[in-house]
């Protein structure tokens, strides 16, 4: 009997342990990164319903990256909403599915940092994989305002990721005086040989409804139809806002969203004298609230929540 444990004890260590399969996500691809000299680098970026927008998904194979940047060339993936800012080759942000529109699905917006030598770069991808129609706003930028203004196109600088397979990025100052553009990101990490410093970024977001990206025959913000006669208040809220109206029966929508495009869960109701918000739920910050009626206008406005 001892024997054959120890048969069976040399077959079960002689057999190679299972190794758990990594997960895929609902959507990924690659970005490449390609400098004047022809040094080249890539991240995987994507979402699933599953996946965090904080924490690293090591079920899709992210991993932290503790050593500093090489000097030359070097694009690393941080999420959204990761106050750590732990680095990665893969960042799969947490998604959502609009209930509104199964076709589309929004997720959390990802920073890029990148330490470049030889500038400029080529940035490439696939865009045949990026979703149709109302998920086309599919952005690259270095502007930390398209997450703060009324209409997100406004802001200074982007790059519209499903009309072309890349584009050439300078990931310099802003060629201009306007103070808008300069709010651009970096982020501080650290470089072989040169110790501590503010590496530039790119913001991969995605935004729903009319947009550049996605519609040929998009108009400026004052010819397009909005929704008109009501306001907002109060503005900054605590618990409450009510968007007044002499119509509101005439409101067909009214969506909550946070500066990543997400939809966020808000108690909705028709008052006699506008629609009511239950904005207790939220956390403190910037919210954007879509207002479509039933002739199909919509507008965007700004909400604080204390």
Not at 23 to 31: K, N, R, V, Y
Not at 226 to 241: A, H, I, R
């Amino acid at each position: 009997m001892k024997k054959l444990l120890y048969v069976m004890g040399a077959i079960f260590m002689a057999t190679p342990l299972t190794v758990l399969a990594q997960a895929t996500p609902l959507f990924q691809f690659t970005l490449y990164a390609e400098d004047s000299l022809g040094n080249r680098d890539s991240v995987i970026l994507g979402y699933d319903l599953s996946a965090s927008s904080q924490n690293l998904n090591f079920q899709f194979g992210e991993a932290s990256i503790p050593t500093p940047f090489d000097s030359i060339l070097d694009m690393r993936a941080i999420h959204g909403d990761d106050f750590l800012r732990r680095t990665s080759k893969i960042i799969i942000e947490d998604a959502e599915t609009l209930f509104f529109d199964s076709s589309c699905t929004l997720s959390a917006f990802t920073k890029i940092v990148i330490q470049a030598k030889y500038l400029p770069l080529k940035i490439t991808y696939d865009s045949t994989l990026f979703p149709a129609q109302s998920c086309k706003n599919v952005i690259l930028s270095r502007n930390w305002d398209m997450f703060f203004i009324e209409q997100w196109w406004d802001a200074c600088g982007y790059h519209c990721m499903a009309g072309s397979s890349g584009y050439t990025e300078y990931i310099g100052p802003p060629p201009t005086d306007d103070p808008l553009c300069w709010n651009y990101l970096k982020i501080e990490k650290e470089v072989q040989g040169q110790g501590l410093k503010e590496l530039p970024g790119l913001f991969l977001a995605t935004f729903y409804g009319p947009g550049p990206c996605n519609d040929p025959t998009f108009l400026d913000a004052d010819q397009k139809p909005v929704v008109q006669g009501f306001t907002l208040s109060p503005n900054p809220c605590s618990t409450y806002f009510l968007l007044e109206t002499a119509s509101p029966e005439s409101i067909d929508q009214v969506l909550v969203m946070n500066v990543a495009g997400q939809i966020m869960s808000c108690s909705i109701e028709e008052h006699q004298n506008g629609i009511g918000v239950d904005a207790s739920g939220l956390l403190g910050g910037l919210y954007f609230v879509l207002v479509r009626d039933t002739a199909g206008k919509a507008s965007m406005h700004k909400v604080v929540k204390n």
